[in-house]
């Protein structure tokens, strides 16, 4: 199952239903038939539910199943000895052994994804200062932001920085170009413009060819380039805007 990115679960507690925010879950435990959620600062919650009816409500890659009663968010995993998970807490959770190499792998894709994640924020704040020198370049130039939707399945792309000129090619006032997605930006353009963002961005690779003019259609050339993890920067060769 895709990681929904759901940030409250609806349960039904004491025959009433009750909105449960996914970041307050620690683990939760069933011992028969009843299911007992630890929460941060909050009193646990019990209720009549299986692990595997409760691991489908949250996102897949927020939450391991430690052995076959126990769940728990990698939001507070600290370290794991041999017999137990250790929460930020202080708990002590014991883990089935077939389950150790997953547990490893899920917290440190977890730890790397944090990682990324801060150096990426970093970099979007810096980003402006960085290719201030491309402001009055005379080809169009800009930097798109690669995002997976999980709703639709689709990579879409988002402006982070343009140059007057591709402003001037966007039509629309500088300033504007920011945080909106290409697509609205031009809705008319071939959808190979974002497959080849997305490669760019997240496989770094590079490409100088000839492409569908997103208002025209006429083949231009253009070069695409990996900025930063995530990040396409796009030049459009022409100055016929």
């Known amino acids: 199952m895709a990681d929904t990115g759901v940030k409250m679960i609806q349960l039904t507690v004491n025959r009433k ?13 069933v011992a028969d038939k009843l299911c007992t959620i630890f929460r941060v ?5 019990q209720i009549f539910m299986t692990i595997t009816s409760l691991k489908a409500m949250l996102p897949q890659r927020g939450f391991i199943q430690i052995n076959r009663n126990c769940l ?3 939001r507070f995993v600290c370290d794991l000895d041999e017999s137990c998970v250790i929460l930020s807490d202080g708990a002590r959770l014991p883990y089935s ?30 980003a402006a200062d960085e290719f201030r ?13 690669n995002k997976y939707d999980p709703v639709d399945n689709f990579q879409r792309c988002f402006f982070r920085y343009a140059n007057e000129s591709f ?3 966007a039509g629309k006032p500088w300033h504007l170009l920011s945080d909106v997605s290409f697509s609205s930006v031009f809705p008319q353009a071939d959808r190979r413009w974002l497959e080849l963002f ?28 990996q900025t930063h993890y995530g990040f396409c920067g796009c030049m459009v060769m022409t100055t016929g805007i």
């Open 167 to 169: 402003a001037a090619l």
């Open 72 to 74: 728990v968010s990698l």
């Open 17 to 29: 239903e009750r909105l449960i925010p996914v970041d307050s879950i620690i683990y939760a435990q």
């Open 97 to 126: 052994r077939r389950q150790k190499q997953a547990i490893l792998n899920a917290v440190q894709e977890r730890l790397s994804q944090m990682a990324r994640q801060q150096d990426t924020l970093l970099w979007k704040q810096g």
């Open 133 to 145: 020198c491309f402001d009055h370049f005379p080809f169009p130039f800009c930097i798109v932001e």
């Open 41 to 45: 600062e909050a009193a646990p919650l």
């Open 198 to 225: 997305a490669q760019c961005a997240l496989e770094n690779r590079r490409f100088d060819l000839n492409l569908p003019h997103m208002k025209t259609g006429a083949p231009v050339r253009t070069l695409l380039y």
